[in-house]
């Protein structure tokens, strides 16, 4: 008789997490990890790796379909809303169950100033005039601050930037950062404002650490909300979900 065919899982990726998840789940399943394709060399995971997008909620339905995907976990960033709430359609669509892994949001100590807003460009808007400020930011959303040429603007990006859509200084650099090299960045910029996605997570929080040092405020974008979803916190509370699922 033949051997039934290992589960298949589809990990929705782009983050640590993600990545943490697929090397664990390592000989229990046949994992496949899917990216946007944002980066232009990726680190590989473990196991499968597929590129680009599916096509809308209905392009992902059908790929599950196509290759019987037992169970779905969306690790995508926090602010990817769109292919999140296509996960949820999908799931819906399809009866495969979904794990969104969602790292807990940054919260402010008594150390921080933090100056919360909704959108990027609200966050543009609150900047004042020919402030130094840091972009902790993706470089596709720095089109929201293209109103502001007054700001002196330093940015990172994992990729050489090419043309940005505002003047900017760049950096390139892959995090983790650590904090005493993130305190000498904003020292040698002489940055007085950093504006930052609430991203969670450990990889990007040294900004976060340094700015409180440096008595830096922070305009700090909330998340979007996504559709309703059952949610782990972490690779150890989705291994045991997976678990309960089989794997
Ligand atoms: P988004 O706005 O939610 O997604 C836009 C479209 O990109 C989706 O509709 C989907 O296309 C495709 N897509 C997104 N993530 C995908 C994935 N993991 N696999 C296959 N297709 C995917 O996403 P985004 O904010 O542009 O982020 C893109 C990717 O970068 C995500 O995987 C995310 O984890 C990662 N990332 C995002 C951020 C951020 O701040 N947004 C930060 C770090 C990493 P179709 O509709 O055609 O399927």
Redesign the pocket.
Known sequence: MAEPAAPTVL?????AE?AALASALAGRARVV???????RSPQPPAGEL????????E??AAWLRAERVSTLVD????????????AVAASAATGVPLLRLERPAWRPGPDDDWRPVGSLEDAAAALPQGARVFLA??R??LAAFAGRPDLRVLVRTVDPPGALPIAAEAVVARGPFEVAAETRLLQSRRIAWIVS?N?GGSGAAAKLAAARALGIPVIMVERPVLPPAETASGVEPALAWLAGCGI
């Open positions: 990990i929705l990726g782009g983050t993600a990890t899917s990216l946007a394709g944002r980066t597929r590129i680009g997008g599916f096509g809308g909620a392009g992902l690790a995508t960033h926090p602010f990817a809303a769109n292919i999140s709430a296509n930011v993706g596709q959303e996605k991203a």
